[in-house]
């Protein structure tokens, strides 16, 4: 029972500390966040285990780092200079077509691995790339050359209006009055919507939502439907 | 913004909470151990005069105030620690109660290290952080 106890409060402290750290933490990693969140897991896991460790000796760690990452995340924001130090800096490993020996070799990254994410990013020559940036999450960039780029809608002179944020306004029978108010119409045109779709109560919605066309999409509750 | 300048002021409040807490377990545990060392360098003192009597005394009467203590020092120090002090604190008391001379002073002995060694260990030296 202690061990239950004791575990359901650490998860909810990590859960909470991982919060007030940031999304960052969560997705892609710089080398000082990945520092955190392996030690982390290590000290919320031991007093989790050993009912002999008083949660104190858990718990003070845990804010300590969060309190670290925090502090460097400012300040590597606010100085450059402090960011090189903390994050490193990119490294351009292919530069005008040409694959950068030294900058390979400093990176430790052999011809293999640099094959192999072209491969996954879609591009299966190295005459195909004009630039490859090895960023300081160890995710590489591309840029290709202009004749194997994507050719865009700019490019083909296709004038189309520009995408709109989809709001979703009935999820699961419950209409959000804010998301309503954001997308510039009111319930009565919502009401009108539903009757044009022959639903009489917003209950009867599953789903509402406008779309980046701006157009409404509506489907009925399944339960409900004749 | 807004949220960044919420985000500092509670990693102020909690470093400032931490430091508090730090210095006020650092007093509690000087505080604490100091009430028991004093007892038990009272109750050696009569078991080496054999003062038996004087000597139950004063080790049940660290007993019971070892009790109230035990709680607090668990949350705050290791439980294998406060284990170690009740185990000796029981035997002192034992040797005592049978007036065996060698037996008390060693478990006091024992005790007063076990006792002495906590807070020595909360305490911010260079040797309890290498």
Redesign the interface.
């Known amino acids: 029972m202690v061990v239950f106890i004791r575990t359901i409060i650490l998860y909810i402290f990590v859960v909470f500390v991982m919060r ?1 750290m940031g999304k960052r933490q969560i997705g892609e990693l710089q080398p000082f966040e990945l520092v955190i969140a392996i030690m982390l897991s290590e000290l919320a896991a031991v007093p989790m285990q050993d ?7 858990g718990l ?1 760690p845990i ?2 780092l ?2 670290l990452e ?2 460097i995340s ?1 300040i590597s924001l606010k100085f450059e200079s402090v960011r090189k130090i903390v994050c490193g800096k990119p490294s351009i490993l292919i530069k005008n077509g040409k694959v950068q020996e030294d900058e390979m070799r400093k990176q430790r990254f052999n011809l293999n691995d640099l094959m192999e994410e072209l491969r996954i990013s879609g591009y299966f020559n190295i005459s195909d790339i004009e630039y490859a940036i090895l960023e300081t999450n160890g995710k590489l960039s591309i840029i290709p050359r202009i004749s194997q780029s994507p050719v865009t809608k700019e490019d083909l002179k296709i004038n189309k209006s520009e995408l709109k944020l989809p709001i979703s306004i009935i999820l699961d029978g419950v209409l959000n009055m804010q998301n309503l108010n954001i997308s510039g119409y009111n319930i009565d045109w919502l009401y009108k919507k539903l009757k044009e779709n022959e639903i009489d109560k917003i209950e009867d919605v599953f789903i509402a939502m406008l779309d980046t066309k701006g157009e409404l999409f509506i489907q009925r509750r399944n339960k409900n439907e004749k | 913004m807004k949220n ?1 300048k919420k ?2 002021f ?2 102020l409040i ?2 400032i909470g ?1 430091i508090l ?2 210095i006020f377990i650092n007093i509690y545990l000087k505080k604490t151990s100091s009430i028991l060392l004093s007892q038990i360098d009272k109750a050696k003192l009569y078991v080496e005069n054999e003062q038996w009597n004087d000597a139950k005394i004063i080790i049940n009467d660290t007993c019971n105030k070892w009790k109230n203590i035990e709680e607090k020092w ?7 620690e406060i284990d170690n002090i009740t185990i000796s604190l029981k035997s002192a008391q034992e040797f005592i109660n049978s007036s065996q001379k060698p037996d008390s002073l060693s478990s006091l002995a024992n005790l007063k290290h076990f006792i002495s060694h906590i807070p020595k260990m909360e305490k911010l030296l260079l040797e309890n952080i290498f």
């Open positions: 007030i009912t002999g460790i008083p949660l104190r000796n003070i804010f300590t969060m309190l925090i502090s400012i | 960044e985000i500092i509670f990693s909690v470093f931490i807490l730090e668990a949350l705050i120090t290791n439980h294998h």
